[in-house]
C-alpha cells in the first residue's frame, strides 16, 4: 500500500466535462504538489498547496488542500483534449519525495 | 529548464547483469531522487540523497545500491537484475522543504 493513494485511477471523458481527482492519505503532510506527466516526458509541477483548507486557481484547475492537511484534490472545470495526461500527486515526509499512484486522464474531442 | 540528464536513456539487459543508471545534474540542488514507473502505481522511490555520501532507502529499495559522490552525479545500480526490475526509471532533484522537482527524461529498462 502507498502513502498516497489517488482516484479515480483512469478517467475518460469527453471534451467540456468537468471532474474531480482525489489524493488521500491517512498521514499529514506539511504540504502536497500536483504533477503531470505527458509520454515520454518526467512530470511537470502544477501548483503547491501548503495551507489546511487552501484553494488555488490555475486557469480551469482548482487545487484544494484538506483542513486536515491529509488529502487533496484537483478540479479541471471544461476539460479539454489538451489536459489529457498522468497527474501526480506528491508529498515530503522525512526528506522523502513520496508521490500518489497516479491518475490517467484521457479527454476526447 | 532544469537541467537533469539520465543516462542511458534506453538499456536491454540480460537476468543476472549488474546495470548503473545515471543521473547528471547543473543545478546545484541538494537532493536527488531514483523513482521507477510501473502502470498503476504511479512513482514509486527507490532510493534518495539529501547531500553528498549521504543516501537512504526508499520504498522500493530491495535488488537496489546508490552512490553520491560529487553533488552533481547520482547513480543507481541494479546489482543482478531480474525481470521485475523493468520498468521506466526517473531521476529527480530539488532543493529540499517542499521545493519543486525536476525530473529527468527517464531511463527504460528492459531485463530480459
Known amino acids: 500500500t502507498q502513502l498516497l493513494e489517488q482516484s479515480p485511477q483512469f478517467l475518460s471523458i469527453q471534451e467540456g466535462e468537468n471532474l474531480t481527482v482525489y489524493c488521500n492519505s491517512s498521514s499529514v503532510f506539511s504540504s502536497l504538489q500536483w504533477y503531470r506527466q505527458e509520454p515520454g516526458e518526467g512530470p511537470v509541477l502544477l501548483v503547491t498547496?501548503?495551507?489546511?483548507?487552501e484553494v488555488k486557481k490555475l486557469k480551469r484547475l482548482t487545487f484544494q488542500f484538506g483542513d486536515a492537511r491529509k488529502d487533496s484534490s484537483l478540479h479541471i472545470t471544461a476539460a479539454q483534449p489538451g489536459d489529457t495526461g498522468l497527474y501526480l500527486c506528491?508529498?515530503?515526509?522525512?526528506?522523502?519525495?513520496?508521490f500518489g499512484t497516479g491518475t490517467r486522464l484521457q479527454v476526447f474531442p | 529548464d532544469a537541467g537533469i540528464t539520465q543516462s542511458p536513456r534506453h538499456k536491454v539487459t540480460e537476468t543476472g547483469t549488474p546495470v548503473t543508471l545515471r543521473c547528471h545534474q547543473t543545478e546545484n540542488h541538494r537532493y536527488m531522487y531514483w523513482y521507477r514507473q510501473d502502470p498503476g502505481h504511479g512513482l514509486r522511490l527507490i532510493h534518495y540523497s539529501y547531500g553528498v555520501k549521504d543516501t537512504d532507502k526508499g520504498e522500493v529499495s530491495d535488488g537496489y545500491s546508490v552512490s553520491r559522490s560529487k553533488t552533481e552525479d547520482f547513480l543507481l545500480t541494479l546489482e543482478s537484475a531480474t525481470s521485475s526490475q523493468t520498468s521506466v526509471y526517473f531521476c529527480?532533484?530539488?532543493?529540499?522543504?517542499?521545493?519543486?522537482?525536476?525530473f529527468g527524461q527517464g531511463t527504460r529498462l528492459t531485463v530480459v
Open positions: 506528491a508529498g515530503e515526509r522525512t526528506d522523502k519525495l513520496i
Open positions: 529527480a532533484t530539488n532543493r529540499g522543504g517542499n521545493t519543486e522537482a525536476f
Open positions: 498547496v501548503v495551507t489546511g483548507g
